[in-house]
């Protein structure tokens, strides 16, 4: 006997394309919307910031038939569904014309700077349909803002003789896109720049993306941990769990996975900020709950929280970005020399925490100024201030053995759910009409994700009209804005409604494994879902 792997089950699956995108199809600029951006971001994009919102109709474009070069370039973290994108665009393009090509360059941005690339063909693409991770061209975080970077990106253009570059990435990531195609514009240079929204965080969302690609997959992959954890959790009645989710600045994940498997306690990084708690609000509320279940004799349960609380306690959001200052030019911080630096108040919070925190706050930025918030422990910090407060909570007759989790970087590479492989096949298709159309300095998009795929509307947006400024490194820079959780909005609202029930009983979902036939396979992302009224 034969056995066929799921990874060769899933190359031939076959992504349905939005109507407008199966037969011939060109684009054409949307007359009644004007892009609006404040004078600040026009000036830091003349050339580009009256680029127009494009739609796609069915028909012949004008557009001469000949080969296109395209290169494209995985950047940022690894999201579910990447590859989909890159055979999206291929198929595209050499359907377009079969001599057309589709250099990848390898890993990320630095790729495109140095020439380094992978001339795709039949054989490449055929292994990775459908398949997760970004490893067919890897990944990387570089950031593409000097000039001199940009003369070295249009040498490679030039040599490969590329129409455009298509850059697959998360708000960063595309933020850079938009400089690109600003810095080919301004310099004459017909080289078109097309983002596609990626990131499993879920951030990268606004009026015209409804979702990034990835986030429904790594969700489905967490919430199907999550809902065994409770299982256990609730089998064993010996253990209450902590899992830390990804989710830097944003806690979607957090959000789509808690309404998926309903854990006990759910902290979301939003609420933390705007209610301004402390890190005592949040463990004498985790305390309240843990002491309500022990008297009904529950010493078990499941928290979940996303990465980025550290960064939104108030009093930690300022400790770090004195920290930021404080490390600055230093050849190695250790925690004994930040201490002496530190102002009193902030050197008395830093000092409370966990000696592993204290370190791990430490570590080297990345090259957009982010602190590596993956790298710390959050959920050994709330497991040592619970225990510290349970101590002192004479009413606690209960017991509490808690254990930690991070399930982060197991969700960013799976197999593509139908919706993520669906999705970002349609994404590199929109891609690859928008080189052809001749637009630069638009993300690729798909609109009305909660209906059939062949119903979406394929789109591209102005990356500017996403953009507002924000503080790097000291200076105001036009970046693209981060979707954060919306407090009033209708996914948080069904969140609040429900989550007191959640406490004390135990209303936990098991999620179970991500389906790829049967009933629930082609679901879209619950919040996505909910957006559109359908939930
Ligand atoms: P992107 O924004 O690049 O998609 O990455 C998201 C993410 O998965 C975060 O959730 C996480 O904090 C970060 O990447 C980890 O980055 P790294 O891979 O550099 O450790």
Not at 191 to 206: Q, S, W
Not at 341 to 352: D, F, K, W
Not at 357 to 378: A, K, M, P, Y
Request: proline share 5%; net charge negative; hydrophobic share 40%.
């Amino acid at each position: 006997m034969t056995m066929q792997s799921l990874e060769d089950v899933r190359r031939a699956f076959k992504p349905n394309l939005p109507a407008v995108l199966t037969a011939k199809h060109h684009t054409v600029a949307e007359t009644s919307r004007v892009v609006s951006v404040t004078t600040s971001i026009r000036s830091s994009f003349p050339s580009t910031s009256n680029m127009p919102f494009i739609r796609f109709e069915a028909g012949e474009g004008s557009d001469a038939v000949r080969p296109m070069r395209v290169g494209a370039v995985l950047s940022g973290g690894p999201a579910p569904g990447g590859h989909n994108v890159i055979t999206g665009l291929y198929d595209s393009l050499k359907a377009f014309h079969p001599e057309s090509r589709l250099y990848g360059f390898l890993n990320g941005p630095s790729g495109i700077v140095s020439n380094d690339h992978l001339l795709l063909d039949d054989e490449t693409i055929a292994r990775y349909r459908n398949q997760g991770g970004f490893d067919m061209l890897g990944s990387g975080r570089t950031k593409l803002e000097t000039a001199e970077q940009f003369e070295r990106v249009n040498a490679t253009a030039k040599e490969l003789e590329l129409d455009g570059i298509v850059v697959i990435g998360g708000d960063d990531s595309n933020t850079n896109a938009a400089v690109m195609a600003e810095w080919f514009a301004a310099n004459g240079s017909p080289l078109r720049v097309i983002g596609v929204p990626k990131t499993i965080d879920g951030d990268l969302k606004n009026e015209d993306i409804e979702v990034s690609f990835g986030f429904h997959t790594a969700t489905r992959l967490y919430s199907e941990l999550i809902g065994n954890v409770m299982k256990d959790a609730r089998s064993g009645r010996k253990y209450w769990h902590f899992i830390r989710l990804m989710g830097r600045a944003a806690s979607h994940v957090t959000l789509e996975c808690a309404l998926a498997t309903h854990p006990n306690v759910v902290l979301i990084s939003e609420e933390i900020f705007a209610k301004n708690q402390s890190l005592k609000d949040i463990v004498a509320y985790l305390a309240d709950v843990v002491v309500a279940r022990a008297d009904k004799g529950k010493n078990y349960g499941v928290v979940v929280f996303p990465e980025g609380i550290v960064d939104n306690v108030p009093m930690l959001r300022s400790l770090i970005e004195e920290l930021n200052d404080v490390t600055t030019g230093m050849d190695t911080a250790s925690p004994a020399l930040v201490t002496e630096r530190l102002a009193p108040q902030s050197a008395e919070t830093y000092t409370s925490l966990p000696d592993v925190v204290q370190e791990q706050l430490l570590l080297d930025r990345d090259s957009h100024g982010n602190i590596q918030i993956s790298r710390i422990e959050t959920e050994k910090l709330l497991i040592e201030l619970l225990q510290r407060e349970l101590e002192d909570r004479r009413d606690y007759k209960g017991s509490f053995d808690p254990m930690a989790h991070f399930f982060g970087y197991e969700g960013r590479a799976g197999l593509p759910s139908n919706f993520d492989c669906t999705y970002c096949y349609g994404l590199g298709v929109t891609a690859s009409a928008l080189v052809r159309g001749g637009h630069t300095g638009v993300m690729s998009a798909l609109k009305g994700l909660h209906l059939p795929a062949e119903q979406w509307t394929p789109l591209g947006v102005p990356i500017v009209s996403m953009m507002h400024e924000e503080i790097r490194h000291g200076v105001p820079k036009p970046v693209i804005e981060k979707a954060l959780v919306d407090l009033c909005g209708a996914n948080f609202k069904r969140l609040e409604a429900e989550r007191q029930a959640w406490e004390v009983e135990d209303k936990f979902v098991c999620a179970g494994p991500l389906q790829f036939e049967g009933a629930t396979a082609d679901y879209a992302p619950i919040s996505v879902l909910i957006d559109s009224g359908c939930l």
